[in-house]
């Protein structure tokens, strides 16, 4: 967190994510909107993304670990960008407003606060990408490929994978057994 802090606009945020929840295109112009309401979400989401970083460590227990989930989810979902149809942008905005809305709820309510502690691990475990079928890191400039997963309790999560195969030791696993995704 840089020693300058960023103004928080709780109001506008909460505005923004509660239109973002009641988004469908319809019409170019209601597309024109959606694109205008996903630039401001991203906005927000990206200015409270070092915030609530700082704050995760500085919780513990479960606090950190819903923390640690919600920043890993919303890297990832900034990094997908949500297609080009108009029904994957209002997708992608509602993701937006979800994330909007559990990032501030963690900047405004993180619980007790203490000393931060392994700053530097958060950041490195929230930007890192893992392959969903071997659990390998992918490196920096590594080919990924993104792919969906079947899901109990969603259609589908979204996550990576090596595009190139995965190591040996990986390759005996069934890729269509997993059902859900590492951070």
């Known amino acids: 967190m840089s020693s300058r802090r960023p103004l928080i606009d709780a109001a506008a945020i909460r505005q923004a994510y509660t239109a973002g929840f009641q988004v469908w295109v319809g019409g170019e112009e209601e597309h024109e909107s959606v ?57 992608y905005v509602q993701d937006l407003a979800a994330l909007s809305r559990s990032l501030l709820a963690l900047y405004e309510h993180a619980g007790p606060l203490g000393v931060p502690v392994d700053v530097d691990g958060i950041a490195a475990a929230v930007r890192r990408r893992v392959c969903a079928v071997c659990s390998m890191e992918i490196r920096e400039g590594e080919p990924l490929t993104r792919g969906v997963f079947a899901s109990d309790s969603s259609g589908g999560v979204y996550g990576w994978l090596h595009s190139q195969g995965c190591s040996p030791a990986a390759e005996s696993l069934e890729t269509d057994s997993t059902s859900t995704l590492h951070p």
Do not use: F, K
């Open 35 to 91: 694109l205008g309401l996903r630039d401001r979400l991203e906005e927000h989401v990206t200015l409270l993304l070092p915030e609530v970083e700082y704050v995760t460590a500085r919780t513990q227990g479960e606090w950190r670990r819903m923390g640690v989930h919600i920043l890993i989810r919303a890297h990832h979902v900034m990094n997908y960008n949500g297609g080009t149809s108009p029904q994957a942008q209002a997708a």
